[in-house]
């Protein structure tokens, strides 16, 4: 890669309230984004403390093209999971890219624990350390409110926090970013709450000159044009991801009340069609972004007696309505949105939340947890019991809901019922059930995601081909997401970000690289991932995948649990892995 590029990295240490600078030119050819957030992680994590010892580092990194060219929104967290003791690694769109491109941040370390609550402000002046002991307890969104007001930078700010989930360690916490976006899934919040780190407002003035503008602006403009005149986001800002519900349960690929089913009877009633016609609002877009994916609904709730109702603004997607809803066999929108406005108060990651009330609700069912325990009878399609586990969790009354604050293959370890409790890695599953691919690339992705190499897709796309080919298909998916991910473009626009026009932008931009230094990148950082999750206790035969996926028919057909094995086994060939079935 030709020309010359330095990282600037804030590091800051909490236990004794410094901050440092770092010029890195050696990170310059991961780019940017989970290319550097990786290597610096590998640097920094203590495999041999547990995952929430005030040591183990938090890295926040956004890429060269953040923000400055369309859809190109995201900013990366790695840290290790307090979820599965692995490797963490969660996306946010919003403000952040932008706000830490202003302040002069490429890369952001947050090691240490304050002695008492604080909140970060972060400029271009440095690292402002602020008492937050009065926010400390606080919801999400109060939160929120009282830093947009206490914290400049009105309109290029980011504002990130946890709530009660987070400081009281719940494994499956999340960070809320901006309201709307969030670093999701595998307990980030968890580790903000074990550093005493309420929260982190980004901001900045800093201006940045492209030396060829010329060259820029022709770049950006094409790329604009496929972005809003072509039909490849179409889908985005129209019914946003929340139109997969109905087309998943047409072909019998949504996963039901704790997946025992494949598919919904009140699927149209929740699917994207009828929330868009019924509460949609609003649109939004992250900063740089010209499409606008964020759908937001109103959700009108009656907080005392008297007709005292009051209305909240709420974002809605595939992911939200599958967990909180289907898969807890919720029948209405109403009852998805009052979920929604729990987790999203409580701070809780909504696919764990969900996918782990759907264990609750079949293990109190067939009596390995009772009602007496749990204090309410979970059933499926009732809000009011999964609204006050949610609240036990954060606040457990007893060891059962200890045990539930660590996610539901912890629960099910301890209690039992592990051939139904939806997991792959140790992670909550995401809302498909398609077949093979889906499953294998979430229990074998680097964080267990279905965005680690589109699983789901590739078992609807190659459906007739081989088993070699679909693992082939996998791993090379893996590996080019790892190439976007350092440029950290938001995943819906990859059919716009192909291989030419990654290299015509970073040119424009004074970054030259060729196709084969991407490839090489890609797989430079699947290598990466791939050491440091062994250091972490990461092994294929530690991978536990529940009876019910080959119980319940999928999109593709009724799976076999041997044809599953032994593509487990050619993905660890194909890799270079001696199996270790």
Same mark, same amino acid.
Request: glycine share 10%.
């Given at each position: 890669?030709?020309?010359?590029?330095?990282?600037?990295?804030?590091?800051?240490? $909490?236990?004794?309230?410094?901050?440092?600078?770092?010029?890195?030119?050696?990170?310059?050819?991961?780019?940017?984004?989970?290319?550097?957030?990786?290597?610096?992680?590998?640097?920094?994590?203590?495999?041999?403390?547990?995952?929430?010892?005030?040591?183990?580092?938090?890295?926040?990194?956004?890429?060269? @093209?953040?923000?400055?060219?369309?859809?190109?929104?995201?900013?990366?967290?790695?840290?290790?999971?307090?979820?599965?003791?692995?490797?963490?690694?969660? !996306?946010?769109?919003?403000?952040?890219?932008?706000?830490?491109?202003?302040?002069?941040?490429?890369?952001?370390?947050?090691?240490?624990?304050?002695?008492?609550?604080?909140?970060?402000?972060?400029?271009?002046?440095?690292?402002?350390?602020?008492?937050?002991?009065?926010?400390?307890?606080?919801?999400?969104?109060?939160?929120?409110?009282?830093?947009?007001?206490?914290?400049?930078?009105?309109?290029?700010?980011?504002?990130?926090?946890?709530?009660?989930?987070?400081?009281?360690? #719940?494994? =499956?916490?999340?960070?809320?970013?901006?309201?709307?976006?969030? =670093?999701?899934?595998?307990?980030?919040?968890?580790?903000?709450?074990?550093?005493?780190?309420?929260?982190? #407002? #980004?901001?900045?003035?800093?201006?940045?000159?492209?030396?060829?503008? &010329?060259?820029?602006?022709?770049?950006?403009?094409?790329?604009?044009?496929?972005?809003?005149?072509?039909?490849?986001?179409?889908?985005?800002?129209?019914?946003?991801?929340?139109?997969?519900?109905?087309?998943?349960?047409?072909?019998?690929?949504?996963?039901?009340?704790?997946?025992?089913?494949?598919?919904?009877?009140?699927?149209?009633?929740?699917?994207?069609?009828?929330?868009?016609?019924?509460?949609?609002?609003?649109?939004?877009?992250?900063?740089?972004?010209?499409?606008?994916?964020?759908?937001?609904?109103?959700?009108?709730?009656?907080?005392?007696?008297?007709?005292?109702?009051?209305?909240?603004?709420?974002?809605?997607?595939?992911?939200?309505?599958?967990?909180?809803?289907?898969?807890?066999? @919720?029948?209405?929108?109403?009852?998805? !949105?009052?979920?929604?406005?729990?987790?999203?108060?409580?701070?809780?990651?909504?696919?764990?939340?969900?996918?782990?009330?759907?264990?609750?609700?079949?293990?109190?069912?067939?009596?390995?947890?009772?009602?007496?325990?749990?204090? #309410?009878?979970?059933?499926?399609?009732?809000?009011?019991?999964?609204?006050?586990? $949610?609240?036990?969790?954060?606040?457990?009354?007893?060891?059962?809901?200890?045990?539930? &604050?660590?996610?539901?293959?912890?629960?099910?370890?301890?209690?039992?019922?592990?051939?139904?409790? @939806?997991?792959?890695?140790?992670?909550?599953?995401?809302?498909?059930?398609?077949? !093979?691919?889906?499953?294998?690339?979430?229990?074998?992705?680097?964080?267990?995601?279905?965005?680690?190499?589109?699983?789901?897709?590739?078992?609807?796309?190659?459906?007739?081909?081989?088993?070699?080919?679909?693992?082939?298909?996998?791993?090379?998916?893996?590996?080019?997401?790892?190439? $976007?991910?350092?440029?950290?473009?938001?995943?819906?626009?990859?059919?716009?970000?192909?291989?030419?026009?990654?290299?015509?932008?970073?040119?424009?931009?004074?970054?030259?690289?060729?196709?084969?230094?991407?490839?090489?990148?890609?797989?430079?950082?699947?290598?990466?991932?791939?050491?440091?999750?062994?250091?972490?206790?990461?092994?294929?035969?530690?991978?536990?995948?529940?009876?019910?996926? =080959?119980?319940?028919?999928?999109?593709?057909?009724?799976?076999?649990?041997?044809?599953?094995?032994?593509?487990?086994?050619?993905?660890?060939?194909?890799?270079?892995?001696?199996?270790?079935?």
């Amino acid at each position: 890669m030709a020309g010359k590029r330095i990282i600037r990295v804030l590091d800051i240490d $909490l236990t004794a309230e410094k901050m440092e600078t770092i010029r890195r030119e050696d990170l310059a050819p991961y780019i940017g984004g989970i290319g550097v957030a990786a290597k610096l992680f590998s640097e920094l994590v203590q495999p041999d403390k547990d995952p929430m010892d005030p040591e183990q580092p938090i890295i926040f990194a956004n890429g060269p @093209m953040s923000t400055i060219f369309p859809v190109v929104t995201k900013t990366v967290a790695v840290f290790r999971s307090p979820l599965t003791g692995e490797w963490g690694e969660s !996306y946010a769109g919003m403000r952040l890219a932008l706000a830490m491109r202003m302040s002069g941040f490429q890369a952001i370390v947050i090691r240490g624990k304050a002695a008492r609550p604080v909140y970060l402000s972060i400029g271009n002046h440095g690292v402002r350390f602020k008492d937050a002991s009065a926010l400390w307890g606080l919801t999400v969104s109060e939160t929120g409110s009282i830093l947009r007001d206490l914290e400049p930078g009105r309109g290029h700010r980011s504002c990130i926090r946890i709530g009660p989930a987070g400081e009281k360690g #719940v494994r =499956f916490a999340n960070v809320n970013v901006d309201t709307y976006r969030h =670093f999701g899934r595998l307990g980030l919040g968890a580790l903000f709450g074990s550093k005493n780190l309420k929260a982190m #407002v #980004v901001y900045g003035e800093r201006e940045e000159k492209i030396e060829n503008f &010329a060259k820029y602006n022709q770049v950006y403009k094409e790329i604009y044009t496929r972005a809003v005149t072509t039909d490849i986001m179409d889908k985005y800002h129209g019914l946003g991801t929340a139109i997969n519900v109905n087309g998943l349960n047409h072909l019998n690929g949504l996963p039901t009340r704790n997946l025992q089913q494949s598919s919904f009877e009140h699927a149209e009633v929740i699917g994207g069609e009828s929330f868009a016609e019924q509460s949609l609002v609003r649109k939004m877009a992250c900063a740089g972004c010209p499409v606008g994916c964020i759908h937001i609904g109103l959700h009108r709730r009656e907080f005392g007696p008297g007709y005292d109702y009051e209305s909240k603004y709420l974002s809605y997607d595939h992911e939200l309505i599958f967990a909180l809803g289907s898969f807890l066999g @919720m029948s209405t929108q109403d009852k998805i !949105y009052q979920l929604i406005d729990a987790v999203e108060e409580l701070g809780l990651d909504a696919i764990t939340a969900g996918v782990l009330l759907g264990w609750v609700t079949e293990a109190c069912q067939r009596g390995i947890i009772s009602e007496e325990q749990l204090g #309410v009878k979970p059933e499926f399609d009732k809000t009011e019991p999964y609204l006050e586990i $949610l609240r036990r969790i954060v606040h457990p009354p007893n060891e059962l809901y200890q045990m539930l &604050a660590l996610g539901a293959y912890a629960a099910a370890q301890r209690y039992g019922g592990q051939e139904y409790a @939806m997991t792959l890695g140790k992670t909550e599953i995401a809302g498909y059930h398609t077949g !093979y691919a889906n499953i294998l690339g979430q229990a074998v992705g680097a964080r267990h995601s279905h965005l680690d190499n589109a699983g789901y897709s590739v078992d609807q796309k190659l459906k007739n081909k081989s088993p070699e080919e679909k693992v082939a298909a996998l791993i090379k998916e893996e590996k080019w997401r790892n190439v $976007l991910n350092c440029l950290t473009i938001c995943l819906f626009a990859r059919e716009i970000y192909q291989v030419d026009t990654v290299i015509a932008a970073l040119d424009s931009i004074g970054i030259s690289v060729t196709a084969e230094e991407l490839e090489k990148l890609g797989h430079d950082i699947f290598e990466i991932k791939n050491t440091t999750r062994k250091q972490l206790g990461f092994a294929f035969n530690n991978l536990h995948t529940p009876e019910r996926f =080959f119980e319940t028919a999928s999109l593709t057909g009724k799976l076999d649990r041997q044809q599953f094995e032994e593509m487990l086994d050619l993905y660890q060939k194909q890799i270079g892995v001696h199996s270790q079935r």
